[in-house]
Antibody
Framework: QVQLQESGPGLVKPSETLSLTCTVT??????????WSWLRQSPGGRLEWIGF???????TYNPSLKSRVSMSIDMSKRQFSLKLSPVIAADTAIYFC?????????????WGQGILVTVSS | EVVLTQSPNILSLSPGEEATLSCRAS???????FAWYQQRPGQAPRLLIY???NRATGVPDRFSGSGSGTDFALTISRLEPEDFAVYYC?????????FGQGTKVEV
């Protein structure tokens, strides 16, 4: 069973950088066919896929956020990360990290509990 | 981008009743890349159905998924108290992967 935990600041100022880390607190990190994703949920409940990073470090981002997003991975630390810059008020959301089931199962099987990030001065 | 529209927005039912939730895609979605998630208050979404009709590990058999093309459905045969939650459909075929706006099943 894989368990994920998000961490990072809960408050970010407009125009600054949102930086979050997801730590795999339990379970294997050695599978090289899974993708590690970030998603977010707006205060109104809308879910949005932000992007994913593979075991090798290759990334794919949602085109709507591509110009502001970067992701990285360091499985020696059992972590992967999200940066979003510059942030605006509309980036206020609960951010989730998640992992899929592998090359034949890209649905999200494992989720972190989520972290609320508020963008405000 | 595939737009997923769920209906109804809110479904008011009683325990023991059957719930049918719908999700319509703006264009064809390969059934193999279609999922349903359940979200209870204060929790992360939980995978219920993948590949349009396959139950995820540990999901009770009162949950079933169906559909193909542009029309998909989630049926809960006999609502239990813990089933009152928000349900989201989602596709993971062509990128960007998108979600429906959610259907709240309430008492």
């Amino acid at each position: 069973q894989v368990q994920l935990q998000e961490s990072g600041p809960g408050l970010v100022k407009p125009s600054e950088t949102l930086s979050l880390t997801c730590t795999v607190t339990h379970g294997s990190v050695t599978r090289d066919d899974v993708w590690w994703s970030w998603l977010r949920q707006s205060p109104g409940g809308r879910l949005e896929w932000i992007g994913f990073v593979s075991h090798s470090g290759s990334t794919t981002y949602n085109p709507s956020l591509k110009s502001r997003v970067s992701m990285s991975i360091d499985m020696s630390k059992r972590q992967f990360s999200l940066k979003l810059s510059p942030v605006i008020a509309a980036d206020t959301a609960i951010y989730f990290c998640a992992r899929d089931g592998g090359v034949t199962a890209r649905h999200w099987v494992y989720w972190g509990q989520g972290i609320l990030v508020t963008v405000s001065s | 981008e595939v737009v997923l529209t769920q209906s109804p927005n809110i479904l008011s039912l009683s325990p023991g009743e059957e719930a049918t939730l719908s999700c319509r895609a703006s264009q064809y979605v390969t059934p193999s890349f279609f999922a349903w998630y359940q979200q209870r208050p204060g929790q992360a979404p939980r995978l219920l159905i993948y590949g349009s009709s396959n139950r995820a590990t540990g999901v009770p058999d009162r949950f079933s998924g169906s559909g193909s093309g542009t029309d998909f459905a989630l049926t809960i045969s006999r609502l239990e108290p813990e089933d009152f939650a928000v349900y989201y459909c989602q596709h993971y075929a062509d990128m960007p992967w998108t979600f429906g706006q959610g259907t709240k099943v309430e008492v």
